[in-house]
């Protein structure tokens, strides 16, 4: 049992390239989404999806795409890199939506740690 | 809007000493609240979760966490501090008004044990 599995790990990028962060999980969880860590911000949400087919938009959503054509996979798109986009990305999931699973926590990857220059 | 306050970035303590790091929350409704804890490099790992009724909540690792609903705060806290317990440390809530789809995190305190 892998768990939530990202790759690459590292990533370097041109400004105006394109690229997919992968995530793949392993535990049929419903719920999957992506966040940003950059310094003193936390984590904040980009994307989630609470089902194959199902996507929406979170707190930063601009410069982004996703798409959820299975329940293990939920990759993350960027168009088109911008420096802006520098940062530390996390895949997180968790086994249900709705208010039953309101207290169950979220299963993080170890991040891709992406640097557009 | 449902939020987390984390009003230290850096919390230094010497081993064996009592460790606290603070969270304060603003919500609609009941709270789901949340600790994880960041080592370097990997990504956030559960610590514990607030469960209605329990304000003292006990987690992974020897953490605890106390909820004080007349002061909005969840501070996590450990007896006895080990260097180990160094790391990053995020306190977070459910968004139940959006359907609980989002979880907000505070901007993170990091924790320091000095052997």
């Known amino acids: 049992n892998a768990g939530v599995t990202q790759t690459p790990k590292f990533q370097v990028l041109k400004t105006g390239q394109s690229m997919t962060l992968q995530c793949a999980q392993d535990m049929n969880h419903e719920y999957m989404s992506w966040y940003r860590q950059d310094p003193g911000m936390g984590l904040r949400l980009i994307h989630y999806?609470?089902?194959?087919?199902?996507?929406d938009q979170g707190e930063v959503p601009n410069g982004y795409n996703v798409s959820r054509s299975t329940t293990e996979d939920f990759p993350l798109r960027l168009l088109s890199a911008a420096p802006s986009q520098t940062s530390v990305y996390f895949c997180?999931?968790?086994?249900?939506?709705?208010?039953?699973?309101?207290?169950?926590?979220?299963?993080f990857g170890n991040g891709t740690r992406l640097t557009v220059t | 809007a449902q939020s987390v306050a984390q009003p230290e970035d850096q919390v230094n303590v010497a081993e064996g000493n009592p460790l606290t790091v603070k969270c304060t929350y603003s919500v609609s409704g009941n709270p789901y609240l949340f600790w994880y804890v960041q080592y370097p490099n990997r990504g956030l790992q559960f610590l514990l979760k607030?469960?209605?009724?329990?304000?003292l909540v006990k987690g992974s690792y020897g953490f605890e966490a106390e909820f004080n609903k007349s002061q909005t705060s969840f501070h996590l806290k450990k007896p006895s501090a080990l260097v180990s317990d160094s790391a990053l440390y995020f306190c977070?809530?459910?968004?139940?008004?959006?359907?609980?789809?989002?979880?907000?995190f505070g901007a993170g305190t990091r924790l320091f044990v000095k052997a």
């Open positions: 977070a809530v459910r968004d139940v008004t959006t359907g609980g789809f989002k979880t907000i």
């Open positions: 607030y469960i209605t009724g329990d304000n």
């Open positions: 997180a999931s968790s086994p249900r939506t709705g208010p039953s699973s309101y207290n169950s926590p979220l299963h």
């Open positions: 999806s609470v089902g194959a087919g199902i996507t």
